[in-house]
């Protein structure tokens, strides 16, 4: 039977490549992102490499925390039942730069914007039998730091790099606190490290950074591998708040392992976004 999955980011890199991968499986795909055009062209590309899979091209601002709404609406009348959400979208910034919300940009779109979409199709995931969500995350967590009075100050004297291993910190501290919720319910959450894609935002980071990181570049199809194998894998049904490198649980950094942080973060990022979508 076709599964529903929602793939964040996936119209280009390791998106791109697990949304192939899993509609030619026959899975009914939807490819999400704020350029519509590009995410209608990499459908219509997957939909000629493979014949006639279902792939649907949408458009989502993750950074638009009201976008991420009336997204999620559709979503909710169209796939009462999603078995799998992959957060996937993510972006390196060269210096840091605000959201229209206020928040910087790399933490707003890949930890608060998925949240906020995450928050919002909970009853789909509830509905669905053993839904599964995938976070992509990055071993550069291990130089993150979760540092809430950066959130919404952008303009202070620390570095983009900074910027992008927090938000990626916080994928990875979401996942595990998002697991720990969800509980036997059926739901399973893990996040993966794709290594360092060569067409991807790897390519974006200081050179310094990526020789310390691990220089040595995969192409897009090696990357996506572990993504698809959680997505799809009997044997990754039995996984739950993992960090996944190469099909394989893996330990963290310290932070990425810290279940009260993972809390204190998910309860600042509710906060912060109850104020945020007042209206």
């Not at 990499?42 to 949408?58: F, K, L, N, P, S």
């Not at 572990?226 to 394989?248: C, K, M, N, S």
């Amino acid at each position: 039977m076709a599964r529903h999955i929602l793939i964040t980011g996936g119209n280009s890199g390791i998106g791109r490549e697990m949304a192939a991968t899993l509609a030619a499986d026959g899975d009914q795909v939807i490819i999400a992102s704020r350029d519509l055009a590009r995410s209608q062209a990499a459908a219509e590309t997957i939909r000629q490499a493979h014949g006639d899979v279902a792939i649907q091209a949408m458009a989502l601002d993750l950074g638009d925390l009201d976008d991420v709404d009336r997204f999620a609406a559709r979503i909710r009348e169209q796939i009462p039942a999603l078995d799998v959400l992959i957060l996937n979208a993510g972006l390196y910034t060269h210096g840091t730069r605000a959201l229209d919300n206020g928040l910087e940009t790399m933490i707003g779109v890949m930890h608060f914007g998925h949240f906020r979409l995450t928050q919002q199709l909970q009853s789909c995931l509830a509905s669905a039998e053993n839904a599964r969500v995938v976070v992509t995350s990055s071993v550069a967590h291990k130089i993150g730091r979760i540092r809430p009075a950066t959130f919404d100050q952008p303009n202070r004297h620390w570095m983009a790099l900074q910027a992008y291993a927090q938000a990626k910190l916080a994928n990875l501290l979401f996942t595990r606190e998002l697991a720990r919720r969800v509980g036997d319910s059926g739901i399973t959450a893990n996040c993966f490290h794709p290594g360092a894609v060569a067409t991807g935002i790897w390519a974006e980071l200081p050179r310094p950074v990526r020789k310390l990181l691990g220089n040595t570049f995969i192409d897009s199809k090696r990357g996506a591998d572990t993504g698809i194998w959680l997505a799809r894998a009997p044997e990754a049904a039995a996984f739950q708040g993992e960090y996944v490198v190469d099909r394989q649980p893996v330990a963290s950094s310290r932070a990425g392992a810290d279940m009260a942080l993972a809390a204190r973060l998910w309860q600042e990022t509710e906060r912060r976004l109850a104020v945020l979508t007042a209206h």
